[in-house]
């Protein structure tokens, strides 16, 4: 076993550290509701309360862990400067926890980054913080951020596997816990490194073990899933950047240790699925709530029979969404729905030829949202890329099928992740 290893086996977040934490970082962080769900708590015809988290002042929870931790270093250390790297939410957490405590920061961020997330670290960091974009992924960057702070001495402030973070992050559970009216049978929470799971299922596990809690990650980047599938930390070669609150190619060596002990189940979710629940909350409850934000809550179709009459806990985690992201957001929630497909067209080239595509081949409630089209001489067919929406799914074999009839079938591109990729 070597010496991490053995840290890790070592270490479990202890209640007097999370209380301590929680009583640390209250100068600086908002008592969030507990509220209860109408919509979600009608659909899945149980009790759904959401961990508003989104509410904090940086609008995600990340600011329990960096405050924690940043505020816990000595003077000495404090007076060097303390250095990170973050996808976006834990970059605003120590940001601000920069010019709170008047300390140097550097802050290591991937180029992908939103814009949004990297103007408000900037914001909140002010003159206290340097925002360097480094890197395609948040390993890239960490693994940056780690040499360059060897090299000036500054502390380095992990965003996720780091005993101080975890337990400033636990504290959400005690908050829970102070808020429920009743005993909470499940707990959903999102999972990017695993620092939140960490301290929120050790909490739990001490203070009410009846509780199921449950881990959430996107497909795209379920390295906990491939961790504990192999019982051992490992570290994906590719992964799915969309949700890049979550989008990490390596858990932590702490938190891989504590979810495995503590968590009831770990789930992976389609990157679709989770851009359909960020519209559902937007449009029937007016919240904003990023991709990483929203992952618990889109779990919960998964369990919809396990929690009917039970109460139910998810962790709204953040809401640094940017509105640039909006149509690809819409897009790709339409794609996992099945509305929308798009198709290699071979078009006769004549005239009328699309006249009558769109007389004999649409369906009444289909629409065309994408057409590119390039005419071929010398060829009796140009082929055209087309994209369709249906207002219902089960309108797409019918469509198909008229294509083939009226001989205008060229190509289905969904299923060509090659070619997709130049149209999503």
Same mark, same amino acid.
């Given at each position: 076993?070597?010496?991490?290893?053995?840290?890790?086996?070592?270490?479990?977040?202890?209640?007097?550290?999370?209380?301590? &934490?929680?009583?640390?970082?209250?100068?600086?962080?908002?008592?969030?509701?507990?509220?209860?769900?109408?919509?979600?708590?009608?659909?899945?015809?149980?009790?759904?309360?959401?961990?508003?988290?989104?509410?904090?002042?940086?609008?995600?929870?990340?600011?329990?862990? &960096?405050?924690?931790?940043?505020?816990?270093?000595?003077?000495?250390?404090?007076?060097?400067?303390?250095?990170?790297?973050?996808?976006?939410? *834990?970059?605003?957490?120590?940001?601000?926890?920069?010019?709170?405590?008047?300390?140097?920061?550097?802050?290591?961020?991937?180029?992908?980054?939103?814009?949004?997330?990297?103007?408000?670290?900037?914001?909140?960091?002010?003159?206290?913080?340097?925002?360097?974009?480094?890197?395609?992924?948040?390993?890239?960057?960490?693994?940056?951020?780690?040499?360059?702070?060897?090299?000036?001495?500054?502390?380095?402030?992990?965003?996720?596997?780091?005993?101080?973070?975890?337990?400033?992050?636990?504290?959400?559970?005690?908050?829970?816990?102070?808020?429920?009216?009743?005993?909470?049978?499940?707990?959903?929470?999102?999972?990017?490194?695993?620092?939140?799971?960490?301290?929120?299922?050790?909490?739990?596990?001490?203070?009410?073990?009846?509780?199921?809690?449950?881990?959430?990650?996107?497909?795209?980047?379920?390295?906990?899933?491939?961790?504990?599938?192999?019982?051992?930390?490992?570290?994906?070669?590719?992964?799915?950047?969309?949700?890049?609150?979550?989008?990490?190619?390596?858990?932590?060596?702490?938190?891989?240790?504590?979810?495995?002990?503590?968590?009831?189940?770990?789930?992976?979710?389609?990157?679709?699925?989770?851009?359909?629940?960020?519209?559902?909350?937007?449009?029937?409850?007016?919240?904003?709530?990023?991709?990483?934000?929203?992952?618990?809550?889109?779990?919960?179709?998964?369990?919809?029979?396990?929690?009917?009459?039970?109460?139910?806990?998810?962790?709204?985690?953040?809401?640094?969404?940017?509105?640039?992201?909006?149509?690809?957001?819409?897009?790709?929630?339409?794609?996992?729905?099945?509305?929308? *497909?798009?198709?290699?067209?071979?078009?006769?080239?004549?005239?009328?030829?699309?006249?009558?595509?769109?007389?004999?081949?649409?369906?009444?409630?289909?629409?065309?949202?994408?057409?590119?089209?390039?005419?071929?001489? *010398?060829?009796?067919?140009?082929?055209?890329?087309?994209?369709?929406?249906?207002?219902?799914?089960?309108?797409?074999?019918?469509?198909?099928?008229?294509?083939?009839?009226?001989?205008?079938?060229?190509?289905?591109?969904?299923?060509?992740?090659?070619?997709?990729?130049?149209?999503?």
């Amino acid at each position: 076993m070597d010496e991490l290893t053995a840290a890790t086996k070592q270490y479990r977040p202890q209640l007097e550290a999370v209380r301590e &934490a929680k009583e640390r970082i209250s100068k600086v962080t908002l008592l969030t509701p507990l509220a209860s769900s109408f919509t979600y708590s009608r659909k899945f015809n149980a009790n759904i309360f959401l961990k508003r988290e989104d509410l904090q002042q940086v609008r995600s929870y990340k600011i329990r862990g &960096a405050y924690n931790k940043i505020s816990s270093l000595p003077k000495d250390q404090l007076n060097k400067g303390v250095i990170c790297a973050s996808a976006g939410n *834990h970059a605003q957490g120590v940001a601000f926890a920069c010019n709170k405590l008047q300390t140097k920061g550097v802050i290591y961020m991937p180029v992908t980054t939103p814009r949004q997330k990297v103007e408000q670290t900037q914001m909140f960091g002010g003159e206290w913080v340097e925002v360097v974009l480094k890197g395609d992924t948040f390993d890239d960057s960490y693994k940056q951020a780690v040499v360059h702070g060897l090299e000036k001495s500054l502390v380095f402030i992990h965003p996720f596997d780091d005993p101080k973070v975890i337990e400033g992050q636990a504290t959400i559970a005690l908050e829970i816990l102070e808020q429920a009216e009743a005993p909470i049978d499940y707990v959903f929470a999102p999972l990017g490194g695993g620092g939140l799971l960490a301290g929120l299922s050790s909490v739990f596990k001490q203070l009410s073990p009846q509780t199921k809690v449950i881990g959430v990650e996107p497909e795209g980047a379920a390295s906990m899933t491939a961790s504990l599938q192999e019982g051992k930390v490992v570290e994906l070669q590719t992964i799915e950047r969309f949700v890049d609150g979550a989008a990490v190619q390596k858990v932590g060596a702490i938190n891989f240790d504590l979810c495995r002990d503590n968590l009831h189940q770990m789930l992976s979710i389609p990157e679709g699925k989770i851009c359909q629940t960020i519209l559902d909350l937007y449009n029937q409850d007016a919240i904003v709530a990023e991709p990483a934000g929203a992952m618990a809550l889109a779990a919960l179709d998964l369990f919809s029979e396990e929690i009917k009459g039970k109460n139910v806990v998810c962790i709204l985690s953040g809401g640094n969404n940017d509105i640039t992201r909006t149509a690809e957001i819409k897009e790709r929630a339409l794609l996992y729905s099945g509305l929308k *497909h798009y198709f290699i067209v071979r078009f006769p080239q004549r005239a009328g030829a699309l006249k009558e595509f769109v007389e004999t081949v649409l369906g009444p409630n289909d629409d065309i949202t994408h057409f590119e089209y390039s005419k071929k001489h *010398h060829r009796e067919n140009g082929p055209a890329v087309v994209g369709i929406e249906l207002k219902d799914a089960e309108d797409f074999a019918p469509l198909v099928q008229r294509m083939k009839d009226y001989n205008f079938y060229g190509q289905y591109l969904n299923d060509s992740p090659d070619l997709f990729q130049f149209l999503v």
